[in-house]
């Protein structure tokens, strides 16, 4: 290192590989990198200065655990970040790694910044409910330009060096040594005038049509954010730099941080952050480590070409997996290969410019075939045909008998039992669920469901083939629906039974996407097909020829049913691909929903029929039926030991299921309305609807609110008994 430039070592502020304790704590670090800069503008034999991180990491921002407490890293960071800016010395950030939030922050506050060729940047704040509070949101559109600003500080998504390089938000990047390129930079600017180098100085680049930019990003921002706040006022603090001289532009970002802060939805957000971590990390009761396979050395077998296979074979090409498509006859072989190179031709589209390129011409990494030979050498299987038991179990028969022995054996499936399917091989403790959901390349979610004889490291192999595809994987039990589905049933039933009782399908849809979800359940069904559903309920006796003589219309076993969406399916009307459901589009296939008065007259004819006296339904009760039932299911589920805790149901909800993320999820959402209203709030429906099972509490969160409403962490530690296997 040259003798004039001094070093400043900026402690990663995350644990990336289990950072010493000690530089967790938000102001002992914020200390340090003060003393440094003092120490350093002080010792006139220091020319310039260079900040980097240590062990190649920069910096991925304040400890997010830290947000919980009211005195923030964040009120004590943008002054130490205009103190680096403001110093007489030339200082240079060596980005190598992650320089994310905070940590970017403090690389605006430099005066140069050089970058690895493999670094990433963000401002992800907006991600767990805040916006970047330490003059982020001042500086970086002074830097790269409001649009270009607003769309990191908005989205909070991580750029790559290159892109950071076209956007003239680092100045220089390198493929070797960062620091010692860093260090060579403060050396060449030795002497150079700073001023122009000082973001706080610099105006904001203009744009000729300012305004009405910022009124169009305003409007798509709002339509997006659908009550999420913070990416909001995001806007507004960017807003504010292109308004507002620099010093009352932070006064602003400060008011909105803390505005941001106190909303609850950070903490929503940052429950979220760890809930996801903390579901990856599975392991047996006895602690055992399972998580070894690495797959680049292994191939995999998709099994069923359909919309499902299509998905999952786009996910394993650009996971770099090899992978062999197979299908039962050229014809659904064919059509299912052209239909995966265009999503593999989009896919690569996407990836344009980036470090990874998608090999799927290679036969050795994709490869189409109806031979059923090649399972012999595959190590791990995918089968996705459709949902059909009789179907499932002839194929895991054949597939016990060919694959080599210690090949695993995965299911997809959105509901099935795991052990029937299981039970078709001689090899039951390497059979298991993977519960994709569609689009299967575009979802997170990936529910890996264990059987009976499932072995954990045929659990640990599913997880770590989870985290290979870039997918949230969460194991959970073997139960009709698993979590996510089963939770859906009594939502999806409640809100068909509103509808029985006078509400109508946009007013239930209306009230669910006020409340944060992107699309409400008839627009759901709709779009998923009525005829899916149809056919389950057909399997199950429900409906259909295999129904009993003199069935009651609206009783099955005892309990209360709604015959409407069968009643829907026999008219012809499955959704958006036959133009009618429960809302009618512009043709078969069309996506715009319009209410259709058709099914408002067929609704009133049915309630005539049966005698049901209409009443108007208020917003609240649509809410609270529809969203409670789903929770009371989630406490049954735990109860029973399907998921090892609640934050595993909020995963699922969050990543599959479009339940809006600054509400955590409805585990945590119960806990903040407080588990003693909704336990009143289904004591009440349950009492108003006493043929419904589903609103009838489950047993645990009477308990849980017994205890004196436990907190959230503590409710499983109420549980007496624990899943057999986790
Ligand atoms: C007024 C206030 C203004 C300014 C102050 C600054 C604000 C901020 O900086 S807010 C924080 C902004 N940063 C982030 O949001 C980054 C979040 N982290 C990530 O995106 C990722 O973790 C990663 C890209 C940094 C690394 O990803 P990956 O390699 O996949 O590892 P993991 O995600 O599994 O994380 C490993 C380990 O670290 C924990 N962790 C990560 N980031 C944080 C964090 N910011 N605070 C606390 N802990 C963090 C994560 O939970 C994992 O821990 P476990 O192994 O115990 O699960």
Known sequence: MSQDT???????????DRIPHQFKSG????????DGLKKADADPSVKAVMICGENGKFSAGADIRGFSSPKTLGVAL??????????????????????????????????????????????????IGLLPGAEGTQRLPRLIGVPAALDMITTGKHIPATEALKLGLVDEIVEENTIEAAIRLANKVIGQPLGPRRLSLKPVPKLPNMEAFLQEAQVKVKRQARGFLAPELCFQAVQAATQRPFAEGVRRERELFQVLLSSGQAQALQYAFFAERAVHRWATPGGINLLFIIFDSILLLSLGLGTMGQGIVTSLVKANIPVVALEQNLEYLNKGRKAVMVLLEREAKKMEGGAQKLDFHNPARLQFTVDFNLLHDVDLVIEAVFENMALKKEIFHKLSNICKPGALLCTNTSALDIDEIASATSRPQQVIGTHFFSPAHVMRLLEIIYGRHTSPSAIATAMQLAKDMKK???????????????????????AVFLLEEGSRPEAVDQVLED????????????????????????????????????????????QRYSPLPDLLCERGRFGQKTGKGWYQYERAGGRTATPDPWIHGFLSQYRDTHRIETRYIDQEEILERCLFSLINEGFAILAEGIASGPEHLDVIYLNGYGWPKHRGGPMFYASTVGLPRVLAKLQKYSEAHPDVPKLRPSAFLKKLVAVGNAPLKEWMSYLSRQSPKL
């Open 6 to 16: 001094f070093c400043v070592v900026f402690h990663a502020q995350i644990p990336f």
């Open 27 to 34: 102001p002992m670090f914020l200390q340090a990198l003060e």
């Open 78 to 127: 943008g002054p130490i970040v205009s103190l680096i800016e403001s110093s007489e010395k030339p200082v240079v950030a060596a980005i190598e790694g992650v320089a994310l939030g905070g940590g970017l922050e403090v690389a605006l506050g430099c005066h140069y910044r050089v970058a690895h060729a493999k670094a990433r940047m963000g401002l992800p704040e907006v991600t």
């Open 472 to 494: 949230v994987g969460v194991v959970v039990g073997n139960c009709f629906g698993f979590v996510g589905n089963r939770m859906m049933f009594p939502y999806v039933e409640q």
């Open 515 to 558: 409340f944060g979800f992107k699309i409400g359940p008839f627009r759901m069904s709709d779009l998923a097909g009525l005829d899916v559903g149809w056919r389950s309920r057909k399997g199950q006796g429900l409906t259909g020829p295999s129904l009993p003589a003199g069935s009651s219309a609206r009783q099955r076993r005892g």
